[in-house]
C-alpha cells in the first residue's frame, strides 16, 4: 500500500511538471526580436510598464513563498500528530510544489527577458513580459487549485473523524 501511494506521487508530481514545462515552453516559443526604440527626446513608455510588469511578478513570487511557507508548516505541524494517519492527502503536495516551483522558474524568466529589453532599449517585444507574467500566475492558481482539493480532503476527513487534529502524539 505504501508502495502505491509513493508511485501515486510521482506520478502526479511528473504529470504537473508535464504540464508546468509545456506552459513555460509554449511562452518561450513566442517571443520575437524586434528592432530597437530610438529614444530621440522621450523614454519609451512601454519600459514603465515593462517594470510595472515585473513588479506584480515580484509580488506573486511572495504569494509563492507565503504559500510555500504554509505547506511546510502544515507538514511538519501533522508530524506532530503522526497517529492520525492522513497519508493519502499528503499526495498532492507533490504536484502543488512544482506548480509552485515553476513558477519561481517563470518569474526568472521573466526577470532574464526585462534585463534584456533593459540592455538593448527594447522594449518593442513588451508582449513577452505579458506572457511570462500570465504563466508565472497560471502556474500559482494551478498550485492554489491542488492545495484547495488538498484542503476540502483535510477538512473532510476531519469532518468523518479520519483524522484527530487535536489528538497528542503518544511517548
Known amino acids: 500500500?505504501?508502495?502505491?501511494?509513493?508511485?501515486?506521487?510521482v506520478v502526479l508530481s511528473l504529470f504537473a511538471l508535464i504540464i508546468s514545462w509545456s506552459l513555460l515552453k509554449d511562452v518561450e516559443s513566442g517571443l520575437v526580436r524586434r528592432i530597437p526604440y530610438n529614444a530621440a527626446d522621450k523614454p519609451d513608455p512601454r519600459q514603465t510598464t515593462g517594470a510595472e510588469l515585473l513588479?506584480?511578478?515580484n509580488e506573486f513570487q511572495g504569494w509563492t513563498v507565503l504559500v510555500m511557507g504554509g505547506v511546510i508548516a502544515l507538514?511538519?505541524?501533522?508530524?506532530v500528530h503522526s497517529n492520525s494517519n492522513p497519508e493519502w492527502s499528503?499526495?498532492?503536495?507533490?504536484?502543488?510544489?512544482?506548480?509552485l516551483g515553476t513558477s519561481f522558474l517563470a518569474a526568472w524568466e521573466l526577470k532574464k527577458r526585462y534585463n534584456y529589453l533593459l540592455v538593448h532599449n527594447n522594449f518593442e517585444d513588451l508582449n513577452s513580459l505579458a506572457k511570462h507574467l500570465s504563466?508565472?500566475?497560471?502556474?500559482?492558481?494551478?498550485?492554489?487549485?491542488?492545495?484547495?482539493v488538498f484542503g476540502g480532503s483535510f477538512l473532510?476527513?476531519?469532518?468523518?473523524?479520519?483524522?484527530k487534529p487535536d489528538q497528542k502524539e503518544s511517548s
Open 75 to 79: 507538514l511538519v505541524t501533522t508530524k
Open 156 to 163: 473532510i476527513q476531519i469532518i468523518l473523524r479520519k483524522i
Open 1 to 9: 500500500m505504501r508502495t502505491f501511494r509513493v508511485i501515486t506521487f
Open 55 to 57: 513588479k506584480e511578478s
Open 90 to 99: 499528503f499526495i498532492l503536495f507533490g504536484p502543488a510544489f512544482v506548480f
Open 135 to 148: 504563466a508565472q500566475f497560471t502556474l500559482l492558481s494551478y498550485s492554489g487549485i491542488v492545495l484547495v
